[in-house]
């Protein structure tokens, strides 16, 4: 799936460089970059953004270590375990965009004193084995004082299936992502609880990287990159939600603006987006403690060696 977005120029103006992005999903909770995509902030910054979507941070992180793609935006995750598996010229995280996870605990009746210690013994339909989303999900419980060894937690379903499952039948709650989670309200075969955002804390879930080189090579692009960006994340934070629908509605045709409304207005509520692309030392350490818990962290991973602020804090100030 490719996304080419060209600008119309006079031909006076000058030419459009084209940064080629993998995203891990196209997904609402990644709204801020649609608005810079919709609000023709790239081409403001003289680039042409070739998008295309992964579908999955193996893929994403594949691209962009071939040089299919220039830039990449996953799970910083991913650029972890490719630095301890001793990459060469490796992925260093340059932006964040999302402080929180996307995910919620949807259940099959609504309450307001919804408690993990809940989950005790239920069916719960999580995520793939060793995937950032389920291991948020099991750090929350630990958190809240529920071993996931508790809780029955089904890892076998696609993970774009489980909602389906749920609506089927399958399991006492379900982890899900947007729009599945709104789906199954508005369906009422199931509720919102809980945020595993909220629960988890800030954290990097998602970043910008690109390869040690292509940076060094394109210091230039990649501010320029960052600029366009932050004036997305500026425009969703001085914007309400319905604002901010309206203006990324041609990029989910399939969802139409009332429910893609009320999904932004779930994400902006719980503080998804922060006003700046700065991925912060704190926020880096709590997905290292995540990853070592989860028994996935193979080796040190240096926050100087795979984090680069400079470009985001430039854009911040801009």
């Given at each position: ?25 196209h ?27 992964g ?72 995520g ?54 709104t ?44 600029n ?20 990324i ?70």
């Amino acid at each position: 799936m490719s996304f080419p977005l060209c600008a119309c120029k006079s031909d006076d103006s000058k030419a459009l460089t084209t940064v080629k992005l993998n995203e891990v999903a196209h997904s609402i909770f990644y709204a801020p970059m649609y608005v810079a995509i919709e609000k023709g902030y790239f081409e403001d910054e003289g680039i042409e953004l070739s998008l295309t979507t992964g579908f999955g941070a193996d893929k994403t992180m594949a691209a962009v270590v071939s040089g299919d793609a220039d830039v990449g935006f996953m799970g910083t995750e991913a650029s972890i375990y490719a630095y301890t598996e001793g990459a060469k010229d490796h992925v260093i995280n340059f932006a964040q965009l999302t402080q929180r996870a996307g995910n919620f605990v949807v259940a099959r009746e609504n309450t307001d004193s919804f408690s993990y210690e809940d989950m005790i013994g239920k069916d719960v339909l999580g995520g793939r084995a060793g995937g950032t989303p389920e291991m948020v999900y099991e750090y929350v419980l630990r958190e809240n004082g529920v071993s996931p060894s508790e809780v029955k937690i089904d890892q076998s379903i696609d993970f774009g299936s489980t909602a389906a499952a749920f609506s089927g039948g399958q399991g006492d709650y379900t982890i899900e992502f947007e729009p599945s989670a709104t789906a199954l309200e508005q369906s009422g075969d199931g509720y919102v609880v809980a945020s595993i955002g909220v629960d988890s804390g800030y954290l990097p879930y998602t970043a910008f990287c690109a390869k040690e080189s292509y940076l060094k090579e394109n210091a230039d692009l990649i501010q320029h990159f960052t600029n366009a960006l932050q004036k997305g994340m500026d425009y969703v934070a001085g914007h309400s939600p319905e604002e901010i629908a309206s203006v990324i509605v041609p990029q989910f045709s399939e969802t139409d603006l009332k429910t893609l409304t009320l999904i932004v207005s779930r994400y902006y509520d719980q503080e998804t987006w922060n006003t700046d692309l700065i991925l912060r030392e704190e926020g880096y350490d709590l997905m290292l403690t995540i990853l070592e818990e989860s028994g996935v962290l193979s080796g040190a991973a240096p926050y100087e060696d795979l984090v680069n602020t400079d470009f985001a804090e430039k854009a911040s100030t801009l």
